[in-house]
């Protein structure tokens, strides 16, 4: 049973920097792809950012290019979404999650969709004040 946990939310200033951490268990981080979605108040899931298996690949949603970066440490089992330059926009619960099921998926369109992923978090609360 793959396990995932998120850390590193908090309240920042707009303009501020804060890192999340999703620390999985259960499996070898390394077979599993990744990505962050997010949830503000009244919002459907939205994709945020998606990492390949080896961490060469990365794609990012539109709104948060050029700010967010996505990483794996996979021998530490541990993916990361460094989020720079935040906004009132960006407030919202961060989800990592996770899938076995990735072998010849389309890059990235398939991991872009939250209904694919089997692995979640329980989410980490993220506010941007203005």
């Known amino acids: 049973q793959v396990q995932l946990v998120e850390s590193g939310g908090g309240l920042v200033q707009t303009g501020g920097s804060l890192r999340l951490s999703c620390a999985a268990s259960?499996?070898?981080?390394?077979?599993?792809?990744l990505g962050w979605f997010r949830q503000a108040p009244g919002k459907e899931r939205e994709f945020v950012s998606t990492?390949?298996?080896?961490?060469?690949?990365?794609y990012y949603a539109d709104s948060v290019k050029g700010r967010f970066t996505i990483s794996r440490d996979n021998a530490g089992n541990t993916m990361y979404l460094q989020m720079t330059s935040l906004m009132p926009e960006d407030t919202a619960v961060y989800y990592c999650?996770?899938?076995?099921?990735?072998?010849?998926?389309?890059?990235?369109?398939?991991?872009?969709?939250?209904?694919?992923?089997?692995?979640w978090g329980q989410g980490t609360q993220v506010t941007v004040s203005s």
């Open positions: 999650a996770g899938s076995r099921d990735v072998y010849g998926r389309s890059w990235p369109t398939w991991y872009t969709r939250s209904s694919n992923f089997g692995y």
């Open positions: 259960g499996r070898s981080l390394s077979t599993l792809g």
């Open positions: 990492i390949t298996g080896s961490g060469r690949s990365t």
